[in-house]
């Protein structure tokens, strides 16, 4: 006989978790109880958000389900941005959640929710557990669903009172794997469109990457002569250094890249899902009307002409397509594509060399010094804001695993994600770029990174503003500034105060010094960077904006 909570930590370690996060509540006692003496590390957060945003950037990283407990009611919606991050970001994670004794259902009791249609929409499958000796049966489940097809967030809700009672069960059998069913049959054809094209573009991005897989992509940008670009937030594919590296699809996209996307006659999707971002609010692709031949290789079918029609699609992950892909192609076959190669290559370097903007700390300058010092293998990561676009533009990625930033484009991701990698990959260099509107949505993990001794360094771009809303403002409602000014803390002064390493940095001459000192204090770090408010993004300043 051993209580839920027992039975659901023994199905954990079975599956092999080495690490959750959780903010504690007392609906789950029991699954804390479970976690005592079970060996796998409890990384308490400050709050809901940040924790499960934490759980995200673990199974980013690992490819293994991020696994998460928080608490009924508050702790639950708390932790709803990590899931929305989950979602669209196709990572495996399963959160846990306290839930309310069930037999109190629809008294509206304190803290009660109905988590199936809470979260109905934001996640692939959501349960409530009633029987104790059903717990083996919903978690083996919930990994599996986690992990196979497009990998996505789990919820499991677990009363209270299902946890703390007894049961004689068996663990479950079987492992849980994501799926492996796969066909190569559709590397030939898809061979035979790319040998017909005349201005064809690979674009990757999606789930199930690897070091090995990226290094194959760029083989088969080399057979098929063919442009290679990363869809948004998914820089590391590539090694940005690659002579058929063309560059990434973000928000901020280089004007050229977006004319050569109109321009390709045939466009090679390799787990990306091609969304909004990658094709500018789907202007550069016509979804009504493509004209150019779609190639789209997707491990969930459901992807594949969810909104554009292919022209051909293979259900098959990255790490098994393009292989196949590799000994499918005839290079001889493909025609001499390198004017088309060279000039793609030509206009990302030229949109990567930095811009000047005003101020005394030039974050282009910023930027530029961080791609060219840190350690190939140094992980970068950030939220939303405006601040990215430099990032994205100017710095290079070298190598896979070393950029976390979610698709979904939620502010606050970075500084737990930093925690949650600088604990997964303690001896390398760990660098959180934020906003100061970012960093103070999540900066109370401070705190979670003093205990568990994660030593990221912190940049914080400090304008006083939520400057991508200004920049929006301004081009919409020029002069009337309304809600997106910001009183800020010392950022420095507060990251001492949590017992770390901080400085504040005005100009661009002071910042490397700063930075080594940082790296060599052996704890958390953060850096306020004050930049100049007239630098709106990149290409934009606020009084160039008042000019128009």
Known sequence: MRHGGQILVDQLVKLGVRRVFSVPGESFLAALDGLYDAGIDNIVGRQEGGVAMMAEAYGKMTGQPGVAFVTRGPGATNASAGLHIAQQDSTPMVLFVGQINNRHTDRETFQEVDYKSLFGGLVKWVAQVDH???LPEYIARAFRVAQTGRPGPV??????????????VADFTGVVVPDTAGSQDGAAPFAKALAHAERPLII???PHWDKGTTTAAARLAEAAKAPIVTSFRRQDYVDNRHSHYAGDLNVGINP????RIRATDCLVLIGTRFGDINTQGYTLVDPAEPQKTILHIHHDVAEIGRVYGPTLGWVETAPRAIPALLNALKPADMPDRSAWIKAARADYDAWTNPQETPGEAKLEQVIKHLSETLPEDAMV???????????????TYKTYGTQLAPTSGSMGYGFPAAISASLEHPSKTVVCLAGDGCFQMTLNELSTAAQYGATPIVIVVNNGRYGTIRMHQEKTYPGRVSGTMLTNPDFAALARAYGGHGETVTTTADFAAAFDRAKASGTFSVIDLHVDEDALSPALTLSGLAKV
Do not use: C, I
């Open 132 to 134: 104790t000796d059903r």
């Open 155 to 168: 919820v499991l809700a677990l009363p209270e009172n299902m946890l703390s009672a007894q049961a004689e």
């Open 204 to 206: 990757v991005g999606g």
């Open 256 to 259: 050229k890249l977006a004319d």
């Open 381 to 395: 990561t950030n939220g939303a804001g405006n601040y990215a676009a430099w990032l994205h533009r100017y710095f």
